[in-house]
Structures are given as structure tokens and as C-alpha cells.
């Protein structure tokens, strides 16, 4: 362990197929301008397409989704078809463990969360079952970009807003927001992606960050925008918090990871990572899609390449020999994980040697979840997703135990 219808199936019309296969195959079968992470924001890249086909379907999915996964048996043969489309082209972008530590939270691009019992899929009596969501609920019209726990409450954000989810509502199935927060937008036309959401215990403030290129404070008591951290030229896709300090970092498509003053709400470090010669990769372009903090030091990647900082001296310390962007990066006791292009969660010495690459399932990785929940030390296990409808577990980091499945 860890110690980071009941009538006979006929062939569905060809009609049929053909309707819903070109929204699906004919976006997702071609490659975007640039490469598939040349988006307009990082958080978008190569996942565009499966949302505009789940808005296509909309009525159709809610109903065979939006609840816990029906049996094949009850379901017609065109919404099996639907939902075998929508499982392949499904795309996780973030995950969230429950304060108990025995639930998994995971939100897709169809703006739905799924929630998966670690304790039962972890169980020597686990069976195939246990292994699927105990409850799948519609969150949001667009992805879940982000989410976070509380002690209580599962926060989830997505095109413009943060909604609110009891924990203890959502394990007994019942899935009703209990509030949503809008931050204040210069203009009411403006419904910008919230790619990032990080919490604040000392303050009791949640900060959000996306595409207004601003950070937003959020007091979780009141539920009032307190203050509003401006210096990004772009898009915002990562956060991270030196809870000591207490400051925040911020990473973003202008290249720049930006460290501000929460008791100040100023900033006070900038970095430009892409303007160091031996970071910078022109043909990934400048963009921060991921990072991650220890005391004086912080690990960024993206389109540069995965680098491991001094912060007191803005110092390049380390640069990891890897190719392929990074999109999601955490220090777990001696060593770095990394994920991004390609099917390998990365394991990294400090010194920049590469320990280990783990293959999992999905052919390209957006979030890691360590679980380190004290509650429940059975449960200690990294989980990964990203561009397919499983999540990996790992019980280990030498290999995959199993996979959970939307």
C-alpha cells in the first residue's frame, strides 16, 4: 500500500448509427491545428469534440446516465449504442477523494461525477461490480474541470461556476447542489472555464483560477468573493499552495508562473519559465499546464519542459529528460510523479533520473489523486485518468492493480 427492455436486441438502423457516429468520430478523428494539446486552453485540449457531441445528445444521455448505470437489459439497443459512443470518447479531467477516504469522485467531460467505492473495489471480496459507480449524477451543462473536498462538501467547477455537494447527500444517492457561486465577471456575456480550484484551510477560502486570467478568492463561510489576484496576460490552468508562507502559485498559458501574497493579495514573484533556454520548447509552445510545491521549491511542466525550481533564487535546479507535456505533476515523499501525453504515470528522483514509467490504461493522463486520508489506510492508493472512462489504481507504484470504469 501506499504510504501522493425486455424485447429481443435487434441491430440498430444504420440511420441510427450514422447520427450519432459523426459528431463523435468526425471531430474526434481529426487532430486539431497545432497537435492535440495546441488548444485554447490547455485544460480543452483534445476534448472539445466529445463535448459538443454530448450536448448533441443531451436529452438523450441525461436519461440514461445522469442516475446509477442501468443494466444492459432494461436499456434499447439505440442507447446502448449511445452510451458505448459516449464511454469511448469520454474524457476524465479530475478526480476528488472523500473526506472518509473509502470514496472516489470523478467528473468527465459530459459535466458528469461518478462515485466509486475504493473500500469495495479494494476488498478481497471485490468482484467486477465493485468496480462501477455506486451513483453517477449530472453536475454541470459542460466538463467538471476541477474538484476539491472539504470535511463535508465536494466542490465541483466547470464553464463559469463552483457548486457546492454534501458528501453524506451524495453517499446516500441523493445528488442536489446545495449552492452554486458565479465569480464577479467584467462583463455578464463572459462564461469563462474554471480550471482550477485550490483550498485554503488556514483562511477557510477556496481560490479559483480559469479563463478571466484571474484568481478569485471565495470565503467558504459566507459564500462572498473577497478579492480578485490580477498580473496572468492568459488563460489560467494550475494552482498550488506553500501553505507556511501562506502564498499562492499560479501557472498559465502566458508562460508565467506567478507567486502571490494571500495576506497582501499581492504578487510578488514572477517566473517566466519559457524565456530560460534550457526549460524552453518553442515547438510545445510556452503554456503551464501543471505544478506543484514543497517548502522552497516547486516543480512546473507543460509545453516547457518538467523542471524542478528554487524559489528563493528562481533557479533551475533540475530538468527532467521527458518529451511529452506534462499535464499534472505532485511530490510524493522522495520523489516526483508526473503524467501527461502518453499511457505512463512517471516516477522522477530529484536529481532528474527517472525511476520508473507505470503504463496504465487511458492513452493520455490529466490528474493524479494520492489518497493519504488517515481514516482509512486501506484505502491509500494513487489513482490517474484522462482521456478515456477509466480511472487506474494503483495499490502500489511498482504497477496497475485494476481500473474503475464510468
Given at each position: 500500500m501506499?504510504?501522493?427492455s425486455s424485447?429481443?436486441?435487434?441491430?440498430?438502423?444504420?440511420?441510427?448509427?450514422?447520427s450519432?457516429?459523426?459528431?463523435?468520430?468526425?471531430?474526434y478523428?481529426?487532430?486539431?491545428?497545432?497537435?492535440?494539446f495546441?488548444?485554447?486552453?490547455?485544460?480543452?485540449?483534445?476534448?472539445e469534440?466529445g463535448?459538443?457531441?454530448g450536448?448533441?445528445?443531451r436529452?438523450?444521455?441525461?436519461?440514461?446516465?445522469?442516475?446509477?448505470?442501468?443494466?444492459?437489459s432494461?436499456?434499447?439497443?439505440?442507447m446502448?449504442v449511445?452510451q458505448?459512443?459516449q464511454?469511448?470518447?469520454?474524457?476524465?479531467?479530475?478526480?476528488?477523494?472523500?473526506?472518509?477516504?473509502?470514496?472516489?469522485?470523478?467528473?468527465?467531460?459530459?459535466?458528469?461525477?461518478?462515485i466509486f467505492?475504493?473500500?469495495?473495489?479494494?476488498?478481497?471480496?471485490?468482484?467486477?461490480?465493485?468496480?462501477?459507480?455506486i451513483?453517477?449524477?449530472q453536475?454541470?451543462?459542460?466538463?467538471?474541470?476541477?474538484?476539491?473536498?472539504t470535511?463535508r462538501?465536494?466542490?465541483?467547477?466547470g464553464?463559469g461556476e463552483?457548486?457546492?455537494?454534501?458528501?453524506?447527500e451524495?453517499?446516500?444517492?441523493?445528488c442536489k447542489?446545495l449552492w452554486r457561486r458565479?465569480?464577479?465577471y467584467?462583463?455578464?456575456?463572459?462564461?469563462p472555464?474554471?480550471?482550477?480550484?485550490l483550498?485554503v484551510?488556514?483562511?477557510?477560502?477556496l481560490?479559483l483560477?480559469?479563463?478571466?486570467?484571474?484568481?478569485h478568492?471565495?470565503?467558504?463561510?459566507?459564500?462572498?468573493f473577497?478579492?480578485a489576484?490580477?498580473?496572468?496576460?492568459?488563460?489560467?490552468h494550475?494552482?498550488?499552495?506553500?501553505?507556511?508562507?501562506?502564498?499562492?502559485?499560479?501557472?498559465?498559458?502566458?508562460?508565467?508562473?506567478?507567486?502571490?501574497?494571500?495576506?497582501?493579495?499581492?504578487?510578488v514573484?514572477?517566473?517566466e519559465?519559457?524565456k530560460h533556454?534550457?526549460?524552453?520548447?518553442?515547438?510545445?509552445g510556452?503554456?503551464?499546464?501543471?505544478l506543484?510545491?514543497?517548502?522552497?521549491?516547486?516543480?512546473?511542466?507543460?509545453?516547457?519542459a518538467?523542471?524542478?525550481?528554487?524559489?528563493?533564487?528562481?533557479?533551475?535546479?533540475?530538468?527532467?529528460?521527458?518529451r511529452?507535456p506534462?499535464?499534472?505533476?505532485?511530490?510524493y515523499?522522495?520523489?516526483?510523479?508526473?503524467?501527461?501525453?502518453?499511457r505512463?504515470?512517471?516516477q522522477?528522483?530529484?536529481?532528474?533520473e527517472?525511476?520508473?514509467?507505470?503504463?496504465?490504461?487511458?492513452?493520455?493522463?490529466?490528474?493524479?489523486?494520492?489518497?493519504?486520508?488517515?481514516a482509512?489506510?486501506?484505502?491509500?492508493?494513487?489513482?490517474?485518468?484522462?482521456?478515456?472512462?477509466?480511472?487506474?489504481?494503483?495499490?502500489?507504484?511498482?504497477?496497475r492493480?485494476?481500473?474503475l470504469?464510468?
Amino acid at each position: 500500500m501506499l504510504a501522493k427492455s425486455s424485447t429481443k436486441h435487434q441491430a440498430a438502423p444504420l440511420s441510427f448509427l450514422a447520427s450519432f457516429s459523426e459528431p463523435f468520430l468526425g471531430l474526434y478523428g481529426q487532430v486539431p491545428p497545432g497537435g492535440l494539446f495546441h488548444r485554447r486552453t490547455e485544460r480543452s485540449r483534445g476534448c472539445e469534440a466529445g463535448l459538443a457531441a454530448g450536448k448533441a445528445g443531451r436529452s438523450l444521455w441525461i436519461r440514461g446516465l445522469g442516475s446509477p448505470r442501468q443494466p444492459s437489459s432494461s436499456l434499447s439497443p439505440q442507447m446502448e449504442v449511445f452510451q458505448a459512443l459516449q464511454r469511448l470518447h469520454m474524457t476524465i479531467f479530475s478526480q476528488s477523494v472523500s473526506p472518509c477516504g473509502k470514496f472516489l469522485a470523478a467528473g468527465n467531460n459530459y459535466g458528469q461525477i461518478a462515485i466509486f467505492s475504493l473500500s469495495a473495489a479494494l476488498s478481497s471480496e471485490a468482484k467486477e461490480e465493485s468496480k462501477k459507480p455506486i451513483v453517477t449524477f449530472q453536475a454541470h451543462d459542460g466538463p467538471v474541470y476541477s474538484m476539491v473536498s472539504t470535511d463535508r462538501h465536494l466542490l465541483s467547477a466547470g464553464d463559469g461556476e463552483v457548486k457546492a455537494w454534501l458528501w453524506a447527500e451524495i453517499l446516500k444517492k441523493g445528488c442536489k447542489e446545495l449552492w452554486r457561486r458565479q465569480p464577479p465577471y467584467r462583463t455578464s456575456l463572459e462564461v469563462p472555464e474554471i480550471n482550477a480550484l485550490l483550498l485554503v484551510p488556514k483562511e477557510n477560502s477556496l481560490i479559483l483560477a480559469g479563463g478571466d486570467c484571474q484568481l478569485h478568492t471565495m470565503d467558504l463561510e459566507t459564500g462572498a468573493f473577497t478579492r480578485a489576484l490580477r498580473g496572468h496576460t492568459d488563460y489560467i490552468h494550475c494552482l498550488a499552495l506553500r501553505e507556511r508562507s501562506p502564498e499562492v502559485l499560479s501557472g498559465g498559458e502566458d508562460g508565467a508562473v506567478r507567486l502571490w501574497d494571500l495576506r497582501t493579495a499581492r504578487e510578488v514573484q514572477t517566473i517566466e519559465v519559457y524565456k530560460h533556454e534550457e526549460c524552453s520548447r518553442p515547438h510545445n509552445g510556452r503554456w503551464i499546464g501543471c505544478l506543484a510545491t514543497d517548502s522552497d521549491w516547486m516543480v512546473c511542466g507543460g509545453g516547457p519542459a518538467l523542471t524542478l525550481w528554487h524559489l528563493r533564487s528562481s533557479t533551475p535546479t533540475t530538468i527532467f529528460p521527458m518529451r511529452a507535456p506534462q499535464k499534472h505533476v505532485t511530490f510524493y515523499q522522495d520523489l516526483i510523479l508526473s503524467a501527461g501525453q502518453g499511457r505512463c504515470v512517471n516516477q522522477w528522483q530529484l536529481s532528474g533520473e527517472l525511476k520508473a514509467q507505470v503504463p496504465g490504461s487511458s492513452p493520455g493522463l490529466l490528474s493524479l489523486s494520492l489518497n493519504q486520508q488517515p481514516a482509512a489506510p486501506e484505502c491509500k492508493v494513487l489513482t490517474a485518468a484522462g482521456n478515456s472512462c477509466r480511472v487506474d489504481v494503483f495499490t502500489n507504484l511498482g504497477y496497475r492493480a485494476f481500473s474503475l470504469s464510468f
